[in-house]
């Protein structure tokens, strides 16, 4: 079936650094990803969603300086998370959809702890 | 914001039925029932979904009531391994956004 890779799975870093989480449809082109954080033993929040060859749709509270997304191809999305600071340690997750009327496929998630 | 309403935390003894239900009340005509899990630190994954009709497959049953007002999500036999958050979505189709609400934690009993 298809599958949405995720990398890193975890990663840690000083703050001020800057991460790029990669989410990858393997199997199937995908215009459309999606990108959600989620906090311990909380629901999944959207973040925003990538659109591949235009700029990505942030929802509100988002700041799309801090969370730049890249989708250059179909099957490639890229999450980068500028001057981390601690409060941006989160489980970030990506998704993607085959196609219209389709379900969503899910990354495993990136854990990230900002120190 | 999310469309639907679950409740937050249910038990299911091993082997025995989990019927976990949602509410979508606003519902519209264009938009269908999906069902996805999460177990711990992992990616969500799809279970079923459905637009009017009952729906199952090798993983469980999804029962649509007549105004689509509200569902319930059928697994037959649950397992330890069944222990998760259980997330009921209303998706329209085409590449429209996914919001989550709060889900339902079940907890699979020996």
């Known amino acids: 079936g298809a599958v949405v890779s995720q990398h890193p799975s975890r990663v840690i870093c000083k703050s001020g650094t800057s991460v790029k989480i990669e989410c990858r449809s393997l199997d199937f082109q995908a215009t459309t990803m999606f990108w959600y954080r989620q906090f311990p033993k909380k629901s999944l929040m959207l973040m925003a969603t990538?659109?591949?060859?235009?700029?990505?749709?942030?929802e509100q509270g988002v700041e799309k300086d801090k969370f730049l997304i890249n989708h250059a191809s179909l099957t490639l999305s890229t999450l980068t998370v500028t001057s981390a600071h601690p409060e941006d340690s989160s489980f970030y997750i990506c998704?993607?959809?085959?196609?219209?009327?389709?379900?969503?496929?899910f990354g495993s998630g990136t854990q990230l702890s900002v120190l | 914001d999310a469309k639907t309403t679950q409740p937050p935390s249910m038990d299911c003894a091993e082997g025995r039925a989990a019927n976990l239900p949602c509410n979508h009340s606003?519902?519209?005509?264009?938009?269908?029932v999906y069902w996805y899990r999460q177990i711990h630190s992992q990616g969500p994954q799809y279970i079923i979904h459905g637009l009017k009709n009952n729906e199952t497959n090798e993983m469980a049953s999804l029962i649509i009531t007549e105004d689509r007002k509200s569902s319930t999500l059928i697994l037959p036999h649950a397992t330890l391994r069944d222990t998760a958050v259980y997330y009921c979505?209303?998706?329209?189709?085409?590449?429209?956004?996914?919001?989550f609400g709060t889900g339902t934690k079940l907890q699979v009993i020996p």
């Open positions: 606003t519902i519209s005509g264009n938009e269908y």
């Open positions: 979505i209303v998706q329209a189709g085409g590449y429209q956004k996914v919001t």
């Open positions: 990538s659109n591949e060859g235009s700029k990505a749709t942030y």
């Open positions: 998704s993607a959809t085959p196609g219209q009327n389709e379900k969503l496929f």
